[in-house]
């Protein structure tokens, strides 16, 4: 029972984000596709899990959350989001915080990614300590930047 409300928590997060992060990039037939896909119930439900997924919670319940994923050698942080009205509250940072930490664990870097038009996606990142690095494949318009873990 608290996975399922969990898992609503963490969607709802999604829903509330996307189309003002993405809707003006990439428009609404994107966003569309992007919650039924990346944030569907399975998915986030499955995420959650396999524990990949940190919530931020508040007084007013899930506000934000952060999911990571391995990629051949690497950690990636495959979403960072934080509820529009819970942005600049430092909670953002500390999800971040919590990916590094896992890389740290790992003995590993951490990668994550942004679309190039999201220009203060990129400034939070090179503010948490993130590099500009290659694609791990190629095509790729978005922009990837690595953590490397013995930084710190």
């Known amino acids: 029972m608290l996975l399922r409300r969990l898992d609503i928590a963490v969607r709802y997060v999604g829903i509330s984000t996307w189309p003002s992060t993405y809707g003006t990039i990439k428009g609404p037939r994107y966003v569309m596709e992007g919650l039924d896909t990346y944030w569907s119930v ?31 050698e690497v950690l990636v942080m495959w979403k960072l989001y934080v509820l529009p009205s819970e942005q600049g509250s430092g909670l ?29 996606a990129g400034e939070f990142y090179a503010r948490e300590g993130f590099e500009p690095t290659d ?13 490397p873990s013995d930084l710190e």
Do not use: F, Q
């Not at 986030?44 to 524990?51: F, L, Q």
């Not at 664990?105 to 190039?116: A, N, S, W």
């Not at 694609?135 to 953590?147: D, F, I, M, S």
């Open 42 to 72: 399975d998915m986030i439900r499955a995420a959650i899990e396999a524990g990949n997924i940190d919530v931020a919670v508040t007084s007013k319940g899930v506000v934000g959350m952060m999911e990571v994923g391995c990629l051949d």
């Open 135 to 147: 694609a791990p494949w190629p095509g790729t318009k978005a922009v990837w930047l690595r953590w």
């Open 92 to 120: 953002g940072h500390s999800l971040v915080d919590a990916a590094k930490d896992r890389a740290r664990d790992r003995g590993c870097d951490l990668l994550t990614e942004y679309e190039p038009e999201n220009s203060s």
